[in-house]
T-cell receptor, first 114, second 122 residues
């Protein structure tokens, strides 16, 4: 059972426009969410996170929105740049547990067209 | 800050040999390190959680006798793929969390990833 889902395997956006990447989760114990960016043959790079006590977190061109009732979060990138082209992973972890492991979605390949 | 390195970045070996992958936190101390595996066009799959000075906790379906994990210090965890076979070929990535630097907790909720190791077993 996939607890974190990214239903769009790929997304293409024109440079300068907004990119919206979506993520859904099923585990109500998740209370902290992260987005990672990954280039081929590299490890994921932390991008932005949000705690369940918030519904929005912004960092420069990146904004993450959380809708707890819908168990949905999204990452907005505006304006999109060609260098943003990468695979974006959504991840979540529960509020308790010593390991507080992250559960990852399957990723969305974002391509920003010049 | 928060740099995690992995060595080697790429390894090719013959079937039946063992391969050791090192994961180091360079500028912080990591009490917890995680090992992931990624197949082409698939998500990151958590293999095991490694706490310094104790035995690793393996995820269901991951053979602990095949994937040996040692977390001997706060800056180093190793993954040894024993008697590797072609099906073990994959991209292995480690991450580190709960860091301390100079006695202060500087990382709490974020995992920082290494660059990954591409293992190819012939």
């Amino acid at each position: 059972d996939q607890q974190v889902k990214q239903n769009s395997p790929s997304l293409s956006v024109q440079e300068g426009r907004i990119s919206i990447l979506n993520c859904d989760y099923t585990n109500s114990m998740f209370d902290y969410f992260l987005w990672y960016k990954k280039y081929p043959a590299e490890g994921p790079t932390f991008l932005i996170s949000i705690s369940s006590i918030k519904d929005k977190n912004e960092d420069g061109r990146f904004t993450v929105f959380l809708n707890k009732s819908a168990k949905h979060l999204s990452l907005h990138i505006v304006p999109s740049q060609p260098g943003d082209s990468a695979v974006y992973f959504c991840a979540a972890r529960p509020s308790s547990g010593s390991a507080r492991q992250l559960t990852f979605g399957s990723g969305t390949q974002l391509t920003v067209l010049p | 800050g928060a740099v995690v390195s992995q060595h080697p970045s790429r390894v090719i070996c013959k079937s039946g040999t063992s391969v050791k992958i090192e994961c180091r936190s360079l500028d912080f101390q990591a009490t917890t390190m995680f090992w992931y595996r990624q197949f082409p066009k698939k998500s990151l799959m958590l293999m095991a959680t490694s706490n310094e000075g104790s035995k690793a906790t393996y995820e269901q379906g991951v053979e602990k006798d095949k994937f040996l994990i040692n977390h001997a210090s706060l800056t180093l965890s190793t993954l040894t793929v024993t008697s590797a076979h072609p099906e073990d070929s994959s991209f292995y990535i480690c991450s580190a969390r709960d860091g301390r630097a100079g006695g202060r907790v500087v990382l709490t909720d974020t995992q920082y990833f290494g660059p990954g190791t591409r293992l190819t077993v012939l």
